[in-house]
C-alpha cells in the first residue's frame, strides 16, 4: 500500500497534487511519501513484536537525509555499505550502536572511521577482511563487534545481478566452512564474534528461499554455540520484494516473513537484526517526467520523456518493469494505445518500457514511474551532462525538496583545469 493515490481527478503524494510540485520544482524529480515510508518500516517493526530486534534499513537503497531521519525518529537502525554510508546515516543522527556495516570490499580506512564514530557490528565476508579488522581494531587499542557473513547456497529466484546467497556469488563465506572460519575468527585478538549474518539477494517475492536459509542459519548457530562460540545475535539480511505492478501475484508481506522468522529462529533466544531496503522505500518514491514529443515511427510511436535512463537506470540494467501513469487520470473506459517510453538519452538502452498500453498523452503532459523509491535516486548519474534530478518529500499537505537539481555551473565547476591548459 502507498499514498500515491488519484483524487479529484488528479495524482496526488499524501494531499499534496504532483501537479503542483512539477510547477514549482520542474520536472523530472523524483517524489516520496513520509506516510509509506513510516507505514513500511513499522510494518517490519510490528512484525518482530516480542523478540528483541532491530530493523536496519538498508539505506543504500534511498540515502537522501531526510529520508534516513525520517526513519531514524522512529527508530530505525541503518545497514551501511560504505564509509559514505556510514557517514550520511551519522550526519541523519543514527548512533552508532544502531549501524551495521555490509559489504565486501570494505577498507582499512573505512573500518578505523566506524570504530572511531561507533558501530554495532561489522558484517564480515572474508578471512582476509577479519585479519585487516582485527589488526585495525587491535591499533586502535579495541575490540570490533563483528557477525560473519554465511553463504546458504540458496537459490533465492531473483534476477541473476541481484541474487547473492548461491556458492557462485562473491558475498559471504561457505556456510560448510563456517566452523574453521569461526575458530580463526576467535583466536583473532582484535574481534570479538557476536553473531552470523546471512543475506541471500533482492525481489525475493516467495517466502521458501528465506525458509531454507533461516533453516540453514539456525542449524549453524546450534554448531558454533557446541562449539563454544557465543551466539547472540542473527542479522538476517533484507530482500524482501515488492509488487512493481498491479496486476501480479503480491508477494509476501513483512507480517508473514516475521512469522516465518519466529518459526525457524525464535527458540534460539537471539536478537534478530534485519535489513530490508526495497519494501521501505521502493513503494514509497515515485519519478514524475514530462512528455517533451509523441513521436510516430514505422510501426511504433514513441513517447520521448524528460526522464530517461540517467535518472531511473533499473528498467535497462535490470530489465525492470515499472508501472507509468499519467498524473491527469484518465477517463473511465478512454481506449489504451502502445506506445515505446523512452527518455532523450543517446542509447539504444534508454527506454523504459516497450509497447506499453497508455491512454491519449500529449506533449506537456506529466506520467509517473510508481515504485521507483527504492534504488532510484541513489543509482542516477550526470550521463549526457543531464543534472542529478531533485528529490521532494511530502508530508501531508507540505511538501519540501530534501535535494535541489543542480545548476549547469554547478556541474561544470565540479571539473578543475590543469595549469598547463
Ligand atoms: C542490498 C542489501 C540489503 C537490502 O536489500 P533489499 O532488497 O533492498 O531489501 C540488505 N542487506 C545487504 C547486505 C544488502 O547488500
Not at 493515490?5 to 510540485?21: C, F, M, N, R, S
Not at 554510508?85 to 580506512?109: C, H, L, M, W
Not at 540494467?317 to 491527469?328: G, Q
Request: glycine letters at 10%; a negative charge.
Amino acid at each position: 500500500m502507498d499514498h500515491f493515490l488519484y483524487k479529484d481527478g488528479q495524482l496526488h503524494a499524501e494531499d499534496v497534487p504532483i501537479a503542483e510540485i512539477a510547477a514549482e520544482v520542474g520536472t523530472p524529480f523524483y517524489c516520496y511519501s513520509t506516510a509509506t515510508l513510516t507505514r513500511h518500516y513499522r510494518l517490519f517493526d510490528e512484525a518482530l513484536q516480542g523478540m528483541d530486534h532491530l530493523v536496519c534499513y538498508a539505506m543504500k537503497a534511498a540515502s537522501n537525509q531526510a529520508i534516513l531521519k525520517t526513519l531514524a525518529a522512529l527508530g530505525a537502525g541503518m545497514d551501511v555499505v560504505s564509509g559514505g554510508e556510514y557517514a550520511r546515516a551519522r550526519a541523519a543522527g543514527v548512533p552508532g550502536d544502531r549501524i551495521v556495516f555490509s559489504g565486501v570490499g570494505k577498507t582499512r580506512e573505512e573500518m578505523q572511521a566506524a570504530l572511531a564514530g561507533g558501530i554495532r557490528q561489522f558484517n564480515v565476508e572474508s578471512e582476509p577482511e577479519m585479519a585487516a579488522l582485527s589488526a585495525v581494531a587491535s591499533e586502535m587499542g579495541t575490540k570490533a563487534p563483528i557477525t560473519i557473513r554465511v553463504n546458504p547456497d540458496v537459490d533465492a529466484k531473483t534476477h541473476a545481478k541481484i541474487a547473492t546467497g548461491k556458492s557462485e556469488n562473491k558475498f559471504g563465506i561457505p556456510i560448510s566452512r563456517a566452523k574453521e572460519v569461526y575458530a580463526l575468527a576467535a583466536s583473532l585478538p582484535g574481534l570479538d564474534v557476536v553473531g552470523i549474518d546471512v543475506h541471500i539477494g533482492s525481489q525475493i517475492t516467495e517466502l521458501e528461499p528465506y525458509a531454507q536459509a533461516y533453516r540453514k542459519v539456525a542449524e549453524v548457530t546450534e554448531m558454533l554455540r557446541a562449539e563454544g562460540h557465543d551466539i547472540r545475535r542473527l542479522d538476517l539480511g533484507g530482500g524482501l520484494g515488492i509488487p512493481y505492478t498491479r496486476s501480479n501475484e503480491a508477494p509476501p508481506l513483512p507480517t508473514e516473513y516475521g512469522a516465518l522468522i519466529r518459526e525457524e529462529l525464535g527458540h534460539l533466544g537471539c536478537e534478530i537484526e534485519i535489513e530490508p531496503g526495497r519494501l521501505v522505500a521502493g513503494n514509497a518514491g515515485i519519478m514524475v517526467s514530462r512528455v517533451i514529443y509523441v513521436k510516430s515511427g514505422e510501426g511504433r510511436d514513441f513517447l520521448i520523456l524528460d526522464g530517461a535512463m540517467n535518472d531511473l537506470i533499473r528498467p535497462a540494467m535490470y530489465d525492470a518493469h515499472h508501472d507509468i501513469i499519467p498524473v491527469m487520470e484518465p477517463a473511465a473506459g478512454v481506449e489504451q494505445q502502445p506506445f515505446d517510453i523512452v527518455g532523450p538519452v543517446c542509447e539504444s538502452g534508454d527506454t523504459f518500457a516497450k509497447q506499453r498500453l497508455m491512454p491519449p498523452l500529449a506533449e506537456g503532459d506529466l506520467v509517473a514511474f510508481r515504485s521507483a523509491g527504492a534504488y532510484g535516486a541513489v543509482m542516477s548519474s550526470e550521463y549526457n551532462t543531464r543534472p542529478l534530478i531533485p528529490e521532494v518529500l511530502v508530508n501531508e499537505h507540505q511538501f519540501a525538496v530534501i535535494r535541489a537539481r543542480p545548476t549547469f555551473d554547478e556541474i561544470i565547476n565540479r571539473d578543475t583545469i590543469p595549469a598547463w591548459l
